[in-house]
């Protein structure tokens, strides 16, 4: 495990397939569901304790976007990458909901590393990002593609071939 | 195209591959780009005109999950499944950033219906949806796997076979 350090940013050429980085955690409060939900994801089963209780989630969940960004605010704390976190996109799923109070983590893992051909400045980054709750159950998958970009020499050719 | 109405609740025995739903339009304000970005993904070409402008993206742009997020208030507003739309998960891709000030669409197809076999009462929906801003410029694709029920009989049998 990697810990974040500003002082100390990751080009792509300094990661390896294997690398991990562990965040820490986030608590999601009540309020902030809520929040969330009134904006983006206004739906029962978010909003409403009771009408929650009928439905699949047997209870009040927030959106799985907001556990997404909740993990995207885990990674950015957590992942050094130079030039920050900018992903092209990725895939996700929720294997559980996540509920008021709950403190989630994420563990991210470096899966692909690959080069551009034709932007020696930058490559593609694949990162596996899970999210765990306080009782340690998995309640995020994220599959990222990251845009990282290279260490570049004084003749602006990057450092590693 | 679909108008939403809320009292007319489709099951998935009433979908067909192709069948699409339109939304209305969100407008992403200055002010809720800096609060989606303060608290889920703090970076300076999320919050800093200036610094943003040395970036990739060239300028002020959103998070990508917060256009995944606006993208899902369209969703829940256009697209009247019973239940609800609730997500089991999928793939997302940002072709290009969302600015302060764009006004999204977003324009939903069924792609794939698919029953389950051990749950009579449900099955799964691959739902494709494009968001487009104002210039009609392709801001994100999401392609989501929604879980929605079926129509149940009084025996408890699904009315489709």
Chains 1, 2 share one sequence.
């Not at 704390?77 to 990725?90: L, R, Y």
């Not at 008021?100 to 400045?121: A, C, F, M, Q, Y």
Request: charge should be neutral; glycine fraction near 8%.
């Amino acid at each position: 495990m990697v810990e974040s350090d500003k002082e100390d940013r990751l080009y792509l050429d300094d990661l390896t397939v294997g690398q991990r980085f562990a965040s820490t955690e986030f608590e999601l409060t009540r309020e902030r569901l809520h929040e969330f939900a009134t904006v983006y994801d206004p739906q029962p089963f978010h909003l409403d304790d009771n009408a929650a209780k009928q439905t699949l989630f047997g209870g009040l969940a927030c959106s799985g976007w907001q556990t997404a960004s909740i993990t995207m605010r885990l990674i950015v704390q957590s992942v050094p990458f130079a030039g920050g976190i900018i992903g092209a996109g990725g895939e996700v799923s929720w294997p559980q909901p996540t509920r008021p109070g709950d403190r989630l983590n994420v563990t991210s893992e470096v899966v692909e590393i690959i080069p551009s051909r034709s932007k020696p400045h930058r490559g593609v980054v694949k990162l596996r990002s899970e999210t765990h709750n306080q009782r340690n159950e998995l309640v995020q998958v994220l599959n990222a593609t990251l845009i990282v970009p290279r260490r570049i020499d004084a003749k602006g050719k990057s450092s590693v071939a």
